[in-house]
């Protein structure tokens, strides 16, 4: 307790009152206003919303129809859910739901030349151009006029980690860590106005700081409208996807969920002790085992091999998903 | 008047229609103006208010509604679709159908106007081709179940049995957990005279809504056809002991509902209450 007191009074600095009127404020007004305005010109330049493409969403959607049908499949009777599966099999391997059925042959054209995509790039761009360039300018004037202020002294105490996040620009071993640089106020301001200007802008605001970091991030590319975009901004191969998910649906096998649904109805009503619902697990557990070991002393080899191969398409496709 | 709000928005996030409460609690906040107050609000409250008000036959507010959207908006789909549904209430279905075309030549995706056209197509009693436009639009918009559940009643109306069948199917698979979807799906297996997967679906229904009665009735019609009938061979069919069981179980659970003095009481006193207001 006395070293603290002690390090307190040693570290009595006054600060000019017109740091706080000339500095503090000053950049904290500049800030806001300068995400006042950069959520007008987002605003502007975001202009009409992109018209969603018929044929994508159709593709996106089949490709949903499959995981639909391998997950949700046990509700379906036996019948409905292979019907199911062939056709949709069938049409993924030709391709009846891709945007252009015939793209697959053809050798991939350069993704420049698409314009879709070209503009789908511009606008993350134009996006990025609008984040970058503000915060560019605040942090360059900043450095310019206020380098190595010390604006703010924090009320409560702080470990010395924290140094480097508040006493940025400041090359002092033994200041104490609640005094604050100019340019550590500006990253405090940037990150902490959010709230504020939830309250100016409402929800969904274009000048969220944070929003900036996600999209510099991922370079700004929306997925939703453009074609689609893989990780590395590259459009996917559609085709490719397609059979991943064919793969995906022939391995998967119909379990359906009515089967002893009537057992499972008089066991809810007592009729039944619930022991025969164990029962039924064990005896179906044990006659898949019985298949699958008559199975393996016929044909081995081959169902080793196939086994193999699905599972290097099932992890094939579990990454393309 | 917050309270009101609230409601509406509520009533909007679930996607309820409800028109009569949506004309009781919007209407003064469109006569009043107050409904401005709301901001942004205040067009999804018109919206809504709009399409109650036609739901309800009262063109007057509908009228006002729309205006005030339109000034706001001036040629939106969205505000067209309005105008279209007007137009249809108004029983001017040609002219609502040009509209819906229009919004379509536009926008080829704008899913409200596409699922007015099926809706039109089949007020005007023109069935094959709403379920043709229908099936267009559920290519595209495959998860829509309450699109499948429009096709399948399409279909029933035709009499195409398996073809609702399917509808339902896909119902089912994206809507697993509701009973009604599998009640409907087994009564049509049961028109198909497809017995012993009706009984099972009939099972699937009380197990999953306790007591349902109508699942308890279609589990007693089918296990008394099953019974009559000779034994299935097939090894999915359900075994005669589990039949008897079931059907005894069905038995027992009607007569409890209905038999119990509570029960009884009420549905006198429901039945009773319906028969003095006719």
Redesign the interface.
Same mark, same amino acid.
């Given at each position: 307790m006395g070293a603290w007191t002690v390090l307190q009074e040693r570290q009595a600095m006054l600060l000019d009152p017109a740091i706080r009127d000339w500095v503090l404020i000053p950049i904290m007004i500049v800030m806001v206003l300068v995400g006042v305005v950069r959520h007008q010109v987002t605003v502007l330049l975001n202009g009409t919303p992109k018209k969603a493409d018929l044929k994508s969403a159709r593709e996106t959607k089949a490709l949903q129809r499959g995981a639909i049908l391998r997950a949700y499949g046990t509700h379906l009777p036996e019948h409905a859910f292979q019907a199911r599966k062939v056709y949709l099999s069938e049409a993924f391997e030709k391709g009846t739901y891709l945007k252009d059925p015939n793209a697959g042959s053809k050798p991939k054209q350069n993704v420049m030349q698409d314009p879709a995509y070209v503009e789908t790039m511009m606008d993350g761009m134009k996006k990025n151009m609008m984040n970058i360039i503000p915060q560019t300018v605040i942090m360059g004037w900043i450095n310019f006029f206020f380098s190595g202020f010390v604006l703010i002294k924090l009320p409560f105490p702080l470990t010395i980690r924290f140094k480097s996040m508040l006493q940025r620009g400041i090359e002092t071993n033994d200041m104490d860590v609640t005094w604050v640089s100019s340019l550590s106020w500006y990253f405090l301001n940037l990150f902490g106005l959010q709230s504020v200007f939830t309250l100016i802008l409402g929800s969904g605001h274009a000048a969220d700081a944070m929003r900036d970091m996600q999209a510099m991030s991922t370079m700004g590319m929306g997925a939703a409208a453009g074609p689609q975009m893989g990780p590395t901004g590259q459009p996917q191969d559609m085709q490719k996807i397609f059979l991943g998910e064919k793969e995906n649906l022939e391995l998967t096998e119909h379990e359906w969920g009515l089967d002893n649904v009537e057992t499972r109805l008089l066991v809810k009503y007592g009729k039944k002790p619930r022991s025969v619902l164990v029962d039924y697990k064990k005896s179906k557990a044990l006659a898949a085992a019985a298949s699958s070991a008559s199975h393996a002393s016929s044909q081995a080899a081959a169902i080793t091999a196939s086994a193999a191969a699905g599972g290097s398409g099932r992890k094939k496709g579990k990454r393309q998903a | 008047m917050v309270s009101a709000a609230k409601v509406l928005q509520d009533l909007r996030a679930s996607a309820e229609r409800k028109p009569d409460v949506v004309v009781r609690l919007g209407k003064p906040l469109v006569e009043s103006g107050a409904v401005r107050k709301l901001d942004a609000d205040a067009w999804l409250v018109y919206e809504q208010v709009a399409i109650a008000a036609l739901d309800t036959g009262d063109d007057a507010l509908a009228q006002k509604c729309i205006q005030a959207l339109e000034d706001k908006f001036p040629g939106s789909a969205r505000v067209r679709r309005l105008h279209g549904m007007q137009l249809e209430a108004d029983g001017k279905l040609t002219e609502a159908g040009e509209i819906y075309k229009a919004i379509l030549n536009e $926008? %080829? =995706?704008n899913v409200l106007a596409a699922k007015r056209q099926v809706m039109l197509l089949r007020a005007m009693g023109l069935p094959s081709e709403a379920i043709g436009a229908l099936v267009k639009y559920l $290519? @595209?918009?495959? =998860?829509d179940f309450e699109g499948w559940l429009q096709l399948a009643d399409l279909y029933l109306d035709e009499l195409m049995y398996a073809q609702a069948a399917?509808c339902m %199917?896909e119902v089912?698979? *994206?809507q697993?957990q509701n009973h009604i979807f599998h009640l409907k799906y087994a009564e049509i297996l049961y028109t198909q005279e497809n017995i012993p997967?009706a *009984?099972?679906?009939f099972? /699937?229904v009380? %197990?999953l809504c306790?007591d349902h009665v109508r699942g308890l009735y279609g589990i007693k019609l089918c296990t008394s056809r099953l019974l009559n009938a000779a034994p299935s061979k097939s090894p999915?069919a =359900?075994s005669q002991e $589990? *039949?008897t069981? @079931?059907d *005894?179980?069905a038995t027992e /659970?009607l007569i409890a509902v209905y038999g119990s003095g509570a029960a009884a009481a009420a549905t006198k006193a429901v039945s009773t209450k319906w028969i003095e207001n006719l």
């Amino acid at each position: 307790m006395g070293a603290w007191t002690v390090l307190q009074e040693r570290q009595a600095m006054l600060l000019d009152p017109a740091i706080r009127d000339w500095v503090l404020i000053p950049i904290m007004i500049v800030m806001v206003l300068v995400g006042v305005v950069r959520h007008q010109v987002t605003v502007l330049l975001n202009g009409t919303p992109k018209k969603a493409d018929l044929k994508s969403a159709r593709e996106t959607k089949a490709l949903q129809r499959g995981a639909i049908l391998r997950a949700y499949g046990t509700h379906l009777p036996e019948h409905a859910f292979q019907a199911r599966k062939v056709y949709l099999s069938e049409a993924f391997e030709k391709g009846t739901y891709l945007k252009d059925p015939n793209a697959g042959s053809k050798p991939k054209q350069n993704v420049m030349q698409d314009p879709a995509y070209v503009e789908t790039m511009m606008d993350g761009m134009k996006k990025n151009m609008m984040n970058i360039i503000p915060q560019t300018v605040i942090m360059g004037w900043i450095n310019f006029f206020f380098s190595g202020f010390v604006l703010i002294k924090l009320p409560f105490p702080l470990t010395i980690r924290f140094k480097s996040m508040l006493q940025r620009g400041i090359e002092t071993n033994d200041m104490d860590v609640t005094w604050v640089s100019s340019l550590s106020w500006y990253f405090l301001n940037l990150f902490g106005l959010q709230s504020v200007f939830t309250l100016i802008l409402g929800s969904g605001h274009a000048a969220d700081a944070m929003r900036d970091m996600q999209a510099m991030s991922t370079m700004g590319m929306g997925a939703a409208a453009g074609p689609q975009m893989g990780p590395t901004g590259q459009p996917q191969d559609m085709q490719k996807i397609f059979l991943g998910e064919k793969e995906n649906l022939e391995l998967t096998e119909h379990e359906w969920g009515l089967d002893n649904v009537e057992t499972r109805l008089l066991v809810k009503y007592g009729k039944k002790p619930r022991s025969v619902l164990v029962d039924y697990k064990k005896s179906k557990a044990l006659a898949a085992a019985a298949s699958s070991a008559s199975h393996a002393s016929s044909q081995a080899a081959a169902i080793t091999a196939s086994a193999a191969a699905g599972g290097s398409g099932r992890k094939k496709g579990k990454r393309q998903a | 008047m917050v309270s009101a709000a609230k409601v509406l928005q509520d009533l909007r996030a679930s996607a309820e229609r409800k028109p009569d409460v949506v004309v009781r609690l919007g209407k003064p906040l469109v006569e009043s103006g107050a409904v401005r107050k709301l901001d942004a609000d205040a067009w999804l409250v018109y919206e809504q208010v709009a399409i109650a008000a036609l739901d309800t036959g009262d063109d007057a507010l509908a009228q006002k509604c729309i205006q005030a959207l339109e000034d706001k908006f001036p040629g939106s789909a969205r505000v067209r679709r309005l105008h279209g549904m007007q137009l249809e209430a108004d029983g001017k279905l040609t002219e609502a159908g040009e509209i819906y075309k229009a919004i379509l030549n536009e $926008d %080829e =995706t704008n899913v409200l106007a596409a699922k007015r056209q099926v809706m039109l197509l089949r007020a005007m009693g023109l069935p094959s081709e709403a379920i043709g436009a229908l099936v267009k639009y559920l $290519d @595209i918009n495959y =998860t829509d179940f309450e699109g499948w559940l429009q096709l399948a009643d399409l279909y029933l109306d035709e009499l195409m049995y398996a073809q609702a069948a399917f509808c339902m %199917e896909e119902v089912l698979m *994206l809507q697993p957990q509701n009973h009604i979807f599998h009640l409907k799906y087994a009564e049509i297996l049961y028109t198909q005279e497809n017995i012993p997967l009706a *009984l099972k679906q009939f099972c /699937r229904v009380v %197990e999953l809504c306790k007591d349902h009665v109508r699942g308890l009735y279609g589990i007693k019609l089918c296990t008394s056809r099953l019974l009559n009938a000779a034994p299935s061979k097939s090894p999915a069919a =359900t075994s005669q002991e $589990d *039949l008897t069981a @079931i059907d *005894l179980l069905a038995t027992e /659970r009607l007569i409890a509902v209905y038999g119990s003095g509570a029960a009884a009481a009420a549905t006198k006193a429901v039945s009773t209450k319906w028969i003095e207001n006719l």
